[in-house]
């Protein structure tokens, strides 16, 4: 069972705006591998908030790929895995407009939310911002780096089926009351938790 952690950073407030991907793999309950690439936005439109919170500006991607030819790279991994991402209603809608925006069909696959985990998981945190839980765990990063985002998403959710006592990441929502969300070429299922 393949469990990959996705974090995306975007050029500007557009959701098809994605300039970077990072990917961390999860096998046998440790974070294996971290990918990181540069994704030139087909509308080099960078905002200045956007640039001040990760730091990529146009140049940094003037000679990378676009959005298909960064993800094509990725489709076998994809496939068949359970994705992860610390607030996936931005990261999947990141994913499903870049998607729309060049015409492509979406990938199938699950995906689940390490943010609702987290709230559900660790209710007493003050606050379940990737850095704050990062801090918790005593996981040092730089945050809104692709790469870094993403591999403290897998470590964090490795954490977190430790604390319930699941086998793996991908069998915390049988425990918690999630309904993993879907990515499917018909559309998407947002990622749900019960009410507690």
């Not at 080099?44 to 730091?55: K, L, W």
């Not at 990529?56 to 094509?72: K, Q, S, Y």
């Not at 990141?94 to 390490?114: F, G, I, K, M």
Request: aromatic share 8%; proline share 5%; with cysteine.
């Amino acid at each position: 069972m393949k469990t990959i952690a996705i974090d995306f950073e975007t050029a500007n407030e557009q959701r098809g705006s994605a300039c970077s991907v990072g990917l961390a793999w999860i096998e046998d309950g440790r974070v294996t591998r971290v990918e990181e690439r540069l994704i030139r936005p087909r509308d080099m439109r960078f905002s200045g908030m956007n640039i001040a919170i990760h730091g990529i500006r146009p140049e940094h991607v003037e000679d990378a790929p676009e959005f298909p030819e960064v993800m094509d790279e990725f489709v076998d991994d994809f496939r068949g895995a359970t994705m992860i991402a610390h607030n996936a209603a931005f990261d999947f809608s990141v994913w499903r407009a870049s998607l729309d925006l060049y015409r492509q069909s979406y990938p199938e696959l699950t995906y689940l939310c390490s943010l609702k985990m987290a709230q559900r998981i660790w209710p007493h945190f003050l606050s379940h911002r990737l850095n704050l839980i990062a801090e918790h765990l005593g996981l040092r990063f730089v945050h809104h780096n692709a790469a870094e985002d993403a591999a403290v998403c897998a470590a964090a959710a490795i954490e977190m089926a430790k604390a319930v006592k699941a086998a793996t990441v991908a069998a915390i929502p049988a425990v918690i009351g999630m309904k993993p969300g879907r990515l499917t070429s018909a559309g998407y299922e947002p990622c749900t938790c019960r009410k507690a």
